[in-house]
């Protein structure tokens, strides 16, 4: 059975908007639930910060006890805090985007078990091949490094994709990103394993990944950027 044209025509043309509205109603569907694995993921990420285990299961619980939503507080680049944003909803690439003055910056305030408070910075930057991230905890002297949690999007396998694996972040604990009043941050140094150390960059310096260098510059200059915006507020704050 032959058909004409026009046949043809409108056939494909139903097929397509059929096929189109019911991936659209997948999408729709399965939105929130897309979202909901973004939020959890992000607290995941806040808590291992400083070292709080979690699963998708118990990561809520664990952000409300030891992070509650006083404790998440929006602060400008001269260390003041603002009322009446929420912290957790912000989103540091469009903040990044925005002059100096007039960006919002999450702070997240954890008190442990056993009474310490360490203060959590959010982390944004580029890699090699796209974006990485993470977030940084502090002491309450606001300098020493209490814990780190570093990923990225598309970073190249076994090198600079390496920036999310134990033994890179291990190494960042004890650091410390002042000298007296100076902010310095934390320099990343190539060279492979005893970089830091050969450079005499003991109290501010960590080896940079074999073969990932550009990777590891990219994360020096991340963790530069995004904490120099809250060095008023760190200053201000330490105890």
């Known amino acids: 059975m032959k058909h004409n044209n026009t046949y043809i ?8 908007v059929l096929v189109a ?37 118990n990561a809520q619980e664990l952000f409300d006890k030891y992070i509650p939503a ?3 507080i929006v602060v400008g680049v001269d260390g003041q805090v603002k009322n009446g944003i929420e912290a957790f909803g912000i989103d540091i ?6 002059s100096a003055d007039s960006r919002n910056l999450p702070v997240y305030i954890c008190q442990l078990e056993n009474g310490d ?20 905890s502090l002491n309450t002297d606001n300098s020493t490094v209490y814990g780190v949690t570093f990923d990225h999007k598309g970073e190249t ?31 990343v140094h190539k060279g492979g394993k005893g970089s830091a150390e050969r450079a005499g960059d003991l109290n ?9 260098t550009i990777t590891s510059k990219g994360l020096e200059a991340m963790l530069k950027s995004s904490i120099s915006d809250y060095v008023n ?5 330490k105890q």
Not at 163 to 182: A, L, S, V, Y
């Open 9 to 16: 025509f409108l056939y494909a043309s139903v097929m397509v």
């Open 21 to 57: 509205a019911l991936l659209s109603v997948a999408s729709e569907s399965l939105k929130e639930t897309q979202q909901n694995n973004v939020k959890i993921e992000k607290i995941q990420n806040i808590l291992s910060s400083v070292n709080i285990e979690s699963t998708k299961e």
């Open 70 to 72: 006083q404790n998440r």
């Open 93 to 98: 690439k469009k903040e990044q985007a925005k």
């Open 117 to 136: 408070k360490k203060v959590i910075l959010p982390l944004l930057g580029k890699g090699l091949w796209g974006p990485i991230w993470g977030y940084m």
């Open 157 to 187: 396998p076994g090198l600079g994709a390496d920036i999310n694996k134990d033994w890179f972040m291990e190494p960042f604990k004890g650091k410390t990103i002042f000298e007296g009043d100076n902010f310095v941050s934390i320099t």
């Open 204 to 212: 501010h310096g960590v080896d940079a990944i074999s073969g990932g």
């Open 233 to 237: 507020y760190l200053k201000t704050n």
